[in-house]
């Protein structure tokens, strides 16, 4: 079974308009972190946002949000005012356990066009 | 300059042939790994290191192999290139010190075999 889910191969936007990307999760470990990377056409991996698992307030970088519910075991992430620039793939990561010892793992990946 | 650098960037190779990739970090970070990206399947761990005596297969070892020559350097080999190892690859640190233990990519080295 994935431990990380993300339902959506492709999404589609309006510039300025906010877009929600979804990424459910499994595990049964209590501590874990969740996070969102963004890969541009350029092919970096860019690191977005990080959510950990005991942390009470939803994680927010800028125009990025993280709505995490965790009895839902899902982390979603919200892009506000879209901008051509956020045009890329974005892919959903989780950790598993306390410390660094831990392996990532990937989502398959949503791909995001903003549209002008 | 980069953090994180890749050689080489791009490399086409022949079906049979042992190719190296390279991976070089700046960062000071203890954590390598190495993945590879095909289309609608993410990223898939290959191999990762904690640290320059710990060495430990990913998802899809099979057909690699690694070396963590220091801190600072840890390299990816296929032994013998077949075609269905055409892929993306990338080398990415991560630290040990606190949370988030987020994770720093190269820019990638884009595989064929043919």
């Known amino acids: 079974a994935q431990k990380i889910t993300q339902t959506q191969p492709g999404m589609f936007v309006q510039e300025k308009e906010a877009v929600t990307l979804d990424c459910t999760y499994d595990?049964?470990?209590?501590?874990?972190?969740l996070f969102w990377y963004k890969q541009p056409s350029s092919g970096e991996m860019i690191f977005l946002i990080y959510?950990?698992?005991?942390?009470?307030q939803n994680a927010t970088e800028g125009r990025y949000s993280l709505n995490f519910q965790k009895a839902r075991k899902s982390a979603n992430l919200v892009i506000s005012a879209s901008q051509l620039g956020d045009s890329a793939m974005y892919f959903c990561?989780?950790?598993?356990?306390?410390?660094?010892?831990?392996?990532?793992?990937f989502g398959r990946g949503t791909s995001l066009i903003v549209h002008p | 300059d980069a953090d994180v650098t890749q050689t080489p960037r791009n490399r086409i190779t022949k079906t049979g042939k042992r190719i190296m990739l390279e991976c070089s970090q700046t960062?000071?970070?203890?954590?390598m790994y190495w993945y590879r990206q095909d289309p609608g399947l993410g990223l898939r761990l290959i191999y990762y290191?904690?640290?320059?005596?710990?060495?430990n297969k990913g998802e899809i070892s099979d057909g690699y192999s690694v070396s963590r020559q220091a801190q600072a350097k840890f390299s990816l080999s296929l032994e013998s290139a077949i075609p269905n190892q055409t892929a993306l690859y990338f080398c990415a640190t991560s630290d040990m010190g606190g949370a988030p233990y987020e994770q720093y990519f190269g820019p990638g080295t884009r595989l064929t075999v043919t």
């Open positions: 960062k000071g970070h203890d954590r």
């Open positions: 290191s904690f640290d320059v005596k710990d060495i």
């Open positions: 595990t049964s470990d209590p501590s874990y972190g």
């Open positions: 990561a989780m950790r598993e356990g306390s410390g660094g010892s831990y392996i990532p793992t």
């Open positions: 959510q950990g698992s005991y942390d009470q």
